[in-house]
């Protein structure tokens, strides 16, 4: 599911649109709607023409509220960026702009609302020429200008198409199997317990999984899952989700925590960061001012300490270290935004570079400075690793192209990765040419999590098959053969499966028969003992002993199965090899004839065990005879 949000000018008709759109007014506390304004971060669902669920975030517009908004605006696929007709750009307007911009939340659709009450085309026309002006420079300076009344339904069509056109083209979420999410809202349900929400990005939850709520560190285990508030087993990257959590109490957590997997992020006291000072700054930046930092739903006090200047002037960019009064969790690359506590103004933002520089850089060393101009374009190894990361696993060269690294740049950061245990070569010697699979650990341990589930189900719901077809595995995982196999080969080569034939297996599970199984294989073997090669036929045996244990016995290779009908003891067709090969070595060749005499049996079965040898190049036809194949 994606999740588009909203932005614009207080009373400018936002949440108005989204109940025209969606049937949900996203207003939910009384005080909001005797007021008619957002206040808190509303939310509803909504199904695009083409099928698609879409959660959307509808954000405060009004200058009071301008901090609520932006615990929502950051986890969004997409804008819809609304202007009132009537009143066109206004300051809240370019403000809310100015955060789209600084968050790079390039897609989006702006809607000129409130159509109805303008009767003068040519107000429209100047309207949407002011908008354009205002734009330019910004993301959404291409974004589509959709006329719409709310009221009336006027344009509402055609803003669902450009959604849905807008959906379309924006990449799916990332599972880099670190999922995170930045809580907006925590409360109790009752029969439930404790419910927190947000958007969820860079991993899955799933029913049962140990999670942990950062900064305090506190855990519990997911208990329920919700997305469109629909219940399910799984919340995937880019859901607006919500999560039921034992073991927490609502009063433990507060908006702004993070909820991940136990152990898989830490929070930081210091942040290094990437920072532009808006154009229209009332003032400019200096060393140690006190700022509020806001980064996904969280919004916290922090200092800021700026390097490699004395003071930064408005539209300028530098380097900062944040000290916020409360540990921050932040990753690499995050978007984050600074405003001024008092009197309120939104400053600017920028890039997180690195969540845990560890000590105080000093502020005008020139290590420090160089450092940070290389995280700001991106170290070789992190552009490679992300490049690995959105491909899955593929061919070495396709990474590098991926990457639109140097070669040669490419080769020492994969090397780097390699040695760090991120990249993997899925060659049995390790050996790394240009068409070599590779694949990121990430990746790896999503798949071999996959399959060992795949497997370990196949053998609790049948204890007596020794394995399953790992055409199944391949089926149900999807994955284009060569890449299937080169990722099995591995798994088996780590002992983490084995293999039988066409059967793969947890190396730990064992065929084990009932004592009342045991004697009704005991009693069938002693049918095959009387008559070798005049044995019963499959479905006699399956009546014997039941297909599951017939099954297993074929698994076990205690019974080899030649035809759709025939089935031997797996000795006696060894002893018919050895017949056959004397027969033919002593003759020259040797009839179906000679074998039926040989053996005692009739032509049904001879010629079953014969055509099974010509399958297994032990034998082949020569006219009417058979000869042994040469080796």
């Known amino acids: 599911m994606r999740v588009i949000g909203t932005a614009g000018h207080v009373d400018h008709g936002k949440s108005t649109l989204i109940q025209a759109l969606t049937g949900t007014h996203p207003d939910r ?83 000129l609302t409130k159509i109805d009450l303008i009767e003068d085309s040519d107000w429209l026309d100047l309207i949407e020429l002011e908008l354009r002006e205002t734009l330019s420079g910004t993301v959404l300076e291409n974004s589509d200008i959709v006329r719409v009344s709310a009221k009336t ?67 519990g285990r997911v208990r329920g899952l919700q997305n469109h508030k629909q219940q399910g087993e799984v919340s995937n990257p880019g859901s607006r989700s919500a999560v039921n959590i034992s073991g927490l109490n609502v009063d433990q957590i507060d908006r702004g925590h993070v909820l991940t997997h136990d152990g898989t992020l830490k929070p930081s006291r210091r942040i290094d960061v990437h920072f532009r000072l808006l154009p229209d700054a009332s003032h400019p930046i200096k060393h140690n001012q006190e700022v509020k930092l806001f980064i996904g739903a969280t919004e916290v006090q922090a200092r800021l300490r700026l390097l490699g200047q004395q003071q930064l002037k408005p539209g300028e960019e530098a380097w ?12 690499r690359g995050d978007r984050y935004i600074l405003r001024r506590p008092s009197p309120g103004e939104t400053l600017g933002g920028g890039k997180v570079l690195d969540p845990h520089p560890g000590k105080r850089h000093k502020r005008f060393a020139q290590p420090v400075l160089d450092r940070l101009e290389a995280l700001q374009v991106g170290k070789p190894d992190e552009v490679l690793l992300q490049a690995l990361i959105r491909i899955g696993v593929g061919p070495y060269h396709q990474v590098i192209a991926q990457s639109n690294l140097e070669k040669t740049d490419a080769i020492s ?74 990722m099995f080969a591995r798994m088996i080569l780590r002992k983490k499966l ?35 090669f005049s044995p019963p036929t499959i479905k006699k045996c399956i009546e014997q002993v039941g297909e599951d244990v017939y099954l297993a016995m074929v698994d076990l290779e205690i019974l080899l199965q030649l035809s759709g009908e025939i089935v031997l003891r797996t000795s006696d067709y060894q002893e018919a090899i050895k017949d056959v090969t004397e027969l033919i070595s002593k003759n020259g060749s040797m009839t179906l004839g000679q074998a039926r005499d040989h053996w005692g049996t009739t032509r049904r079965y001879v010629q079953a065990i014969l055509e099974f040898m010509d399958s297994q190049n032990i034998t082949r036809r020569d006219g009417d005879a058979r000869v042994l194949r040469k080796k």
């Open 498 to 532: 084995a293999e039988k034939g066409p059967l793969v297996y947890v190396p730990e599970h064992k065929v084990e028969f009932t004592s009342i199984q045991k004697k009704q294989v005991d009693e069938l073997l002693v049918i095959f003992e009387k008559a070798p």
């Open 29 to 111: 506390l009384i005080e909001e709607q005797k007021r008619e304004m957002t206040i808190e971060l509303g939310f509803a669902w909504w199904q695009l023409p083409n099928g698609e669920e879409v959660g959307v975030v509808d954000v405060p517009g009004h200058r009071d509220f301008i901090e609520n908004m932006l615990a929502g605006i950051g986890g969004i696929d997409a804008v819809v960026f609304v202007v009132a007709a009537d009143e066109g750009v206004m300051p809240q307007t370019r403000e809310h702009l100015a955060i789209l911009d600084i968050l790079q939340i390039k897609a989006g659709v702006v809607a």
């Open 153 to 219: 339904g006027m344009g509402m069509d055609v803003l669902q198409d450009s959604i849905s056109s807008l959906l379309a083209n924006r990449p799916k979420r990332q599972d880099i199997g670190r999922p995170r999410l930045s809580i907006d809202r925590v409360f109790t349900m009752a029969g439930f317990g404790t419910v927190v929400t947000g958007t969820l990005i860079d991993g899955s939850f799933r029913i049962g999984d140990e999670v942990e709520v950062l900064p305090t560190g506190l855990k």
């Open 320 to 331: 900062l270290q944040l000290e916020p009064s409360d540990p921050v969790v932040a990753v």
């Open 413 to 486: 950061a994969f090397n780097l990765l390699n040695e760090n245990g991120q990249a993997i070569v899925l060659e049995e010697k390790g050996e790394l040419k240009d068409k070599s699979l590779v694949t990121s650990q990430v990746f790896w341990d999503g798949f071999e999590k996959n399959v060992m589930t795949e497997v370990g189900k196949f053998h609790q719901t049948n204890p007596l098959r020794l394995g399953m077809p790992r055409e199944e595995i391949k089926s149900k995982l999807k994955l284009d053969t060569l890449i299937f196999n080169a």
